[in-house]
C-alpha cells in the first residue's frame, strides 16, 4: 500500500484508470503501465523515492467515469513516494514525472488493487483493465514545512480533546475532581476483598470506549480477564493510578486524558492521538 508520511493525516490514493478507446499516443513502460506527457516543466525537480508530494489526481474507470478528484478532498492531499515492488506501478508512474508536470497513466486494475490498495477488485472493474490516472506534480513538500504543519496540527488536536472533555463531564454531571495526574476515579460499586498494591498481581475485566461511546475494546466480550503485575510500565499510567484505589469486588468509571493513556500517538488502528478513553473496570482478584 502507498506509504504516507507518519504524523500527520493525509488521505489514501484511491485511484482507477481507464483503457482509453485509442491509447496509441500511449507509451508503454517496460514495468508494464502506458503513459503520456500532457505538460512539462522544463525546470521542475524530479520526483525519486522518499519525495513528499502535493499533487492534483483524478482517476476514472475504463468507461470513462469519475471516480475520484483531489480537489473535493477537504485535507491536504499528500503522498509518499516509494516502490513499485512493495505498492505497485503507481509509485514508478509517479517517478516520470518533475515538479509542474502532469501526465496520463494507463495502469493495470489488477496491480493497483492487489499492490496499491491491497483490496479485492470491486465487481464492476475487470482485473484485466487499465485504470486511468490524470496527474499533475504541484510540489515536493520540504521537511521543515512537514514538521511545522504537524506541530498546528497537533496544537489543534489537543485543545479539541480538553474541550470535548470539558463538555462530557458537564453533560455527565460528574462532580468529583481529578487526581492530580487529571484521571477521574468514579466508583460504581463497593467490594470487599483484597486491597490492590503496587507490584501485586491483579486480574481484571474492563470495557473501555471512546468518550462519544463508541468501544474499543472489552475482556468481557473476548472472555478473558486482564491480568498483569500492577505498576507494569507497559500498562497505561492511568490504570496503574486507579486500581491502586481499588479492592477487590470493586467496579469504577476510569476518565483518562490522553496524557494519563496513549498520548499525541495514540495507539496504531486502535485509539486515535489525544484521545480521551472511557474505562469501566471491575476488580477480579489480587495475588
Known sequence: MI??????????????????KNDTDYIK??????????????????????NILSLKLKY??????????????????????????????????????KTGDSASFLIPAENFYKKTKRDSIPSFIFPDENLRFEI????????????????????????????ILKEYIKVENINQKPTLSGIYIIKLKNGKGKKADLGRTV??????????????????????????????????????EAIQSMKVGDKIK????????????????YVPPYSTLIY????LNVK
Open 3 to 20: 506509504r504516507f508520511i507518519k504524523k500527520f493525516p493525509i488521505f489514501v490514493i484511491v485511484l482507477i484508470l481507464f483503457s482509453c
Open 203 to 240: 486480574s481484571l475485566n474492563f470495557t473501555g470506549s471512546f468518550i462519544n461511546g463508541k468501544v474499543f475494546d472489552s475482556s468481557i466480550d473476548k472472555g478473558i480477564p486482564v491480568t498483569f503485575v500492577l505498576g507494569d510500565k507497559h500498562v497505561i499510567p492511568a490504570w496503574n
Open 29 to 50: 513502460d517496460p514495468t508494464g503501465f502506458r503513459y503520456k506527457i500532457i505538460s512539462e516543466n522544463p525546470e521542475g525537480t524530479a520526483v525519486i523515492k522518499g
Open 136 to 163: 499533475k506534480i504541484i510540489d515536493i513538500v520540504p521537511e521543515h514545512q512537514l514538521n511545522k504543519e504537524y506541530k498546528q496540527y497537533m496544537l489543534k488536536k489537543e485543545a479539541e480533546e480538553k474541550q
Open 60 to 97: 476514472f474507470t475504463q468507461s470513462d467515469s469519475l471516480l475520484f478528484n483531489s480537489e473535493n478532498v477537504s485535507s491536504k492531499f499528500r503522498v509518499q513516494v516509494s516502490d513499485a515492488e512493495e505498492n505497485g506501478m503507481i509509485q514508478d508512474a509517479l517517478k516520470k514525472l
Open 280 to 283: 469501566e473496570i471491575k476488580l
Open 254 to 269: 476510569l476518565i483518562a486524558p490522553s496524557e494519563t493513556a496513549y498520548g499525541q500517538e495514540g495507539l496504531q488502528n
